[in-house]
């Protein structure tokens, strides 16, 4: 591919957001090892300013209409975008449990490095505290902190809580913008927009989207870093933009999650070593090896080291262990129970082709077995299960099995004419395929669609790969295919659009509730589960007078706030 699509103008603006986390990470590192409090709003500034400053004295003069064209979506996304999502609200229980107490307390000034979570709370009275029994502490110390870092420093910008959930809009935009601008190289600009906007139609995707889960990040990042190698000539001068973008995306990817990292290397690791046995008997190869292996090594001391140093590094000081406490002797078990029953006596292929094959269903540990099922068949149920950002059992969707079988025959069909064509070109499938498949199989709980968004790579890859394919077999079986594949996978798409339709309004709801509750002088409530502290910020952040009690008279309530809280009739 060639790297000249960095001149693009979009493609500038996908430079500027890259550097603008880039930043804002490194910053905040930087600010909080040497103790510097109060951090956010200049790391803020500075993150935002200096790739604009940069940009502008870089720009030519005489384009001066595109460069306040891309200067004004920029600031859009960074400083008008937040303030849009005040009003939407993360209803999960992992969203309010430890990911928004995570995020306010970074935003309060916790410093992850020289003071635990418990300790911090204690001294700290603008912060929600948390029971010790519910064991939030042990994954907001421990944990990678990429996204709460930017949703804190964006919480910091608007005072509320939930607009830190734009980011995943922006990664979707930087995906959309990269995935257009390269796929334009190879087929129309038509059919470049088209697979562009399926990529960002991740089932993941939209079923996270108005919430703090990170998967569907992930699967942001895996697509993007793909690209950004396949950019990549390691037979040639290093390109620092691109390298500066690489950088960026693998620091944001290794610390989302664990299993970011596993996924950034794995990726990068395949194409690293394809490069070396692809080039190795070239004369200069030696030159150049030294050169993007030495970018790899800045890449990752930037993820790991500098970025992930208050997790991967401070774990294996504390704990001897950088993923404390997801594996090692005193690992912390957070699948079993979270699975069917009869999944403990399955192989990991019969586990990931029961669940693609089954209902779209909740199904956990005590509530029963996945169903097979037709995979043109829809139930009901299964439409209704996809307001859940989690699901266990078909979480990719009702129709996915069948655009899946598609594709497959898709797949195979326009592999053989590529390979027929252009072998030379067969990196293009090979090293993504490997990837995904890959890093499938490392994960372990494949069965769990939110933790292999990459899956979805297959089904718009092989879309992708017969469309190009047809400028040499033009024939109406390839019309038809890739007709009836874009259809299923838009159908499926439509299930998880509608729901998110349906929280919209419910969003609209819940604003009108606490509007209602900012005009009371005092309200009573409970909480319905416990430990969902992010809902009191919701409170906090409109200036509500509450008193939480630990029962109500069920003649006394009112409305359950978002179902997860009583309130007290006046």
């Not at 970074?106 to 029971?131: A, C, H, L, M």
């Not at 006596?345 to 082709?353: A, I, Q, R, V, Y």
């Not at 490392?442 to 718009?460: D, F, H, M, S, T």
């Not at 109500?552 to 009739?569: A, F, G, H, L, T």
């Amino acid at each position: 591919m060639n790297t000249d699509i960095f001149n693009k103008e979009s493609m500038k603006l996908f430079f500027l957001l890259c550097c603008y986390f880039l930043f804002s990470y490194v910053l905040y590192t930087i600010c909080k090892l040497v103790k510097f409090q109060n951090c956010l709003g200049l790391i803020q500034i500075l993150s935002i300013s200096i790739p604009l400053i940069i940009y502008l004295i870089k720009m030519p003069s005489n384009k001066n209409i595109c460069k306040f064209g891309v200067i004004g979506v920029y600031l859009f996304l960074l400083i008008i975008l937040p303030f849009l999502y005040n009003k939407t609200y993360d209803l999960t229980v992992d969203g309010n449990s430890y990911h928004k107490t995570a995020i306010a307390f970074i935003k309060n000034g916790w410093n992850p490095y020289y003071e635990s979570s418990t300790d911090f709370q204690e001294r700290n009275s603008d912060i929600v505290k948390f029971d010790k029994k519910t064991k939030i502490n042990l994954w907001i110390e421990h944990y990678p902190k990429a996204s709460w870092i930017s949703a804190a420093i964006i919480y910091n910008m608007t005072n509320n809580i939930e607009s830190g959930k734009c980011i995943t809009l922006i990664f979707s935009i930087m995906l959309l913008i990269i995935a257009y601008n390269c796929l334009k190289i190879i087929i129309s600009r038509k059919w470049a927009i088209f697979i562009s906007i399926l990529l960002v139609l991740n089932p993941i995707t939209l079923s996270q989207f108005f919430t703090y889960y990170v998967d569907s990040i992930m699967g942001i990042m895996f697509v993007i870093e793909l690209l950004l190698l396949l950019l990549v000539n390691p037979m040639s001068k290093i390109n620092k933009k691109l390298w500066i973008c690489i950088i960026s995306i693998c620091t944001i990817f290794s610390n989302l999650k664990y299993t970011g990292l596993l996924y950034s290397g794995i990726i990068a690791a395949v194409f690293y070593f394809y490069w070396i046995i692809k080039y190795r008997k070239y004369n200069e190869f030696f030159n150049y090896f030294k050169s993007f292996t030495l970018a790899f090594i800045i890449t990752f001391v930037t993820a790991i080291f500098i970025v992930g140093s208050s997790s991967y590094v401070k774990n294996t000081i504390d704990h001897h262990n950088p993923l404390y406490p997801i594996i090692g002797n005193d690992k912390v078990d957070i699948v079993t129970t979270m699975q069917p029953k009869s999944f403990k006596t399955k192989s990991m292929g019969e586990k990931f082709l029961l669940s693609i094959f089954s209902k779209t269903e909740n199904v956990t540990y005590y509530s029963g077995d996945p169903k097979l099922k037709l995979p043109f068949k829809v139930y009901p149920e299964e439409i209704e299960q996809l307001m859940l950002p989690d699901v266990r059992i078909g979480g990719f969707g009702p129709l996915f099995a069948l655009a899946l079988i598609i594709c497959v025959i898709l797949f195979i069909r326009s592999t053989i004419i590529f390979i027929k064509y252009e072998n030379n070109n067969l990196k293009y499938i090979v090293l993504p395929f490997i990837s995904i498949v890959l890093t499938m199989i490392l994960v372990g709980e494949n069965w769990w669609a939110r933790y292999i968004p990459q899956l979805y790579l297959l089904i718009v890859g092989s879309i992708l790969l017969m469309v190009y394919c047809k400028k040499y077999k033009d024939n109406i079986f390839c019309k038809i295919s890739i007709l009836l594949a874009s259809i299923v996978v838009l159908l499926n798409a439509r299930y998880f659009i509608n729901n998110n339709n349906e929280l919209l309004k419910s969003f609209k709801n819940i604003n009108n509730d606490l509007t209602e509750l900012e005009n009371r002088e005092h309200v009573n409530l409970k909480l319905s589960t416990d430990g969902l502290y992010g809902y009191i910020y919701n409170l906090n952040d409109r200036n509500i007078n509450y008193n939480i009690v630990k029962k109500i008279d069920e003649k006394k309530i009112k409305y359950i706030y978002s179902w997860r809280m009583e309130v007290e009739q006046e």
